[in-house]
Nanobody, 125 residues
Framework: QVQLVESGGGLVQAGDSLTLSCTAS????????MGWFRQAPGKEREFVAA????????DYTGSVRGRFIISRDNSKNTVSLQMNKLKPWDTAVYYC??????????????????WGQGTQVTVSS
């Protein structure tokens, strides 16, 4: 069983930057691809970014590509999401998740085995 704890959320202004972190425990972190998802009020949870086990493959949803950077440190069991040039529509609860399955399914929330509790990011205009 893997436990995931996110941190780093908060209230920022449009154009600001924020870095989210997720720390894993209870498993072998390098066995999992890691993803970030977000859910805005009244909307479905959506894929934001993912990084493969060894960090050699990365993917982003189109709306954040060029603004967000996902990274991981397998020696510290952490995955981070650096968010730059934040927009009001980035406002959401952000979740990190761990996936033991194939990389092909990285954008599908149902393919992830473990989830954190989420951290709120609010971007004011």
């Amino acid at each position: 069983q893997v436990q995931l704890v996110e941190s780093g959320g908060g209230l920022v202004q449009a154009g600001d930057s924020l870095t989210l972190s997720c720390t894993a425990s209870g498993g072998t972190f390098s066995d999992y691809s890691m993803g970030w998802f977000r859910q805005a009020p009244g909307k479905e949870r959506e894929f934001v970014a993912a990084i493969k086990r060894g960090g050699n493959l990365i993917d982003y949803t189109g709306s954040v590509r060029g603004r967000f950077i996902i990274s991981r440190d397998n020696s510290k069991n952490t995955v981070s999401l650096q968010m730059n040039k934040l927009k009001p529509w980035d406002t959401a609860v952000y979740y990190c998740a761990a996936q033991s399955g194939i990389w092909l399914t990285r954008m599908e929330s149902k393919s992830y085995d473990f989830w954190g509790q989420g951290t709120q990011v609010t971007v004011s205009s």
